[in-house]
């Protein structure tokens, strides 16, 4: 089992960055996907971000492609959500998930089975 704390959140101006972190416990981190999914007011649950268990393959939605960027580090169990040129329109929760099949890309949030308890993003305009 896994247990995900996510830190990092808070608010920032309209083109400004923040880094979010997922501090993981449990031995088996290094053999999981990890994934960001991220939640606005009034709207569903949105896939954001992938990273395979080994950190080689990143799959990105859309909307943040060449703004974010998922890393790893599986020495320290901490998975990395690196967000640049932050739009009012990334206002949310932020929800780092892990994912038991360490490849492939899986944006359904059924797919993960542990969830952090989500960290605020504000972006002012």
């Known amino acids: 089992q896994v247990q995900l704390v996510e830190s990092g959140g808070g608010f920032v101006q309209a083109g400004g960055s923040l880094r979010l972190s997922c501090a993981a416990s449990?031995?088996?981190?290094?053999?999981?996907?990890m994934g960001w999914f991220r939640q606005a007011p009034g709207k569903e649950r949105e896939f954001v971000a992938r990273?395979?268990?080994?950190?080689?393959?990143?799959y990105y939605a859309d909307s943040v492609k060449g703004r974010f960027l998922i890393l790893r580090d599986n020495a320290k169990s901490v998975v990395y959500l690196q967000m640049n040129s932050l739009k009012p329109e990334d206002t949310a929760v932020y929800y780092c998930?892990?994912?038991?099949?360490?490849?492939?890309?899986?944006?359904?949030?059924?797919?993960?089975?542990?969830w952090g308890q989500g960290t605020q993003v504000t972006v002012s305009s």
């Open positions: 449990g031995r088996t981190f290094s053999t999981y996907a």
């Open positions: 998930a892990a994912d038991e099949y360490g490849m492939g890309y899986r944006t359904r949030i059924d797919r993960y089975a542990y």
């Open positions: 990273i395979s268990w080994s950190g080689d393959m990143t």
